[in-house]
């Protein structure tokens, strides 16, 4: 397996738009986040179905991978939620300054030689992948960098009650 190739190959191939581009495989995300010009943050949900035995495994491992995840560079948010339908579903929430910091992250040690290789023996291979991918493009006014801190960079995108701590 290709090293640039991330977590969108592990839970099969989806259809998304990012800034009006049909992406049909993980080949064309990967690719779009190594010849993009856009500089901003980005980030992916996955709706990931684990084999019913293997739930706690993969809590466990993804707790780690979340640890790993959060030493490196770029790192802005990576979150795992249980579906309110079934405790066999989880949402995977990763956000990333940059769309090499997302390239830097599937290409890191970890990825490569942990994550590719137990992530698969834990998820229900026949259950379709859902996968978004967006820009964090603060539609709504809000900015992630809020989360962290507040500062000249990010007072025009924040909401109110974050711009009101800059007066």
């Known amino acids: 397996m290709e090293r640039s190739v991330m977590l969108l190959v592990v839970f099969g191939a989806c259809v998304t738009l990012v800034s009006g581009q049909k992406m049909e495989n993980a080949g064309d995300v990967v690719a779009w986040c190594r010849e993009t010009d856009y500089k901003g943050s980005i980030g992916m949900v996955t709706k990931v179905y684990v084999n019913s035995t293997k739930v706690n495994e993969f809590k466990e491992f993804m707790t780690k991978h979340a640890g790993v995840a959060k030493t490196e560079n ?7 939620n249980t579906d309110y339908t079934r405790g066999d579903i989880f949402w995977v929430v990763e956000e990333w300054a940059s769309p090499s910091a997302l390239i830097a992250h599937g290409e890191s040690d970890w990825f490569q030689n942990h994550f ?12 379709p992948m859902q996968i978004g991918f ?10 992630p ?7 000249q960079r990010c ?9 009101k701590k800059l007066i």
Do not use: M, Q
Request: with cysteine; hydrophobic share 35%.
């Open 74 to 80: 770029g790192y802005i948010r990576f979150k795992v």
């Open 116 to 127: 590719l290789k137990v992530v698969p023996t834990l998820v229900d291979a026949n259950a």
């Open 134 to 143: 967006y820009l964090l493009d603060a539609v709504t006014g809000e900015n």
């Open 145 to 151: 960098d809020c989360d962290k801190k507040c500062d």
């Open 155 to 163: 007072a025009k995108k924040c909401s109110k009650k974050c711009a």
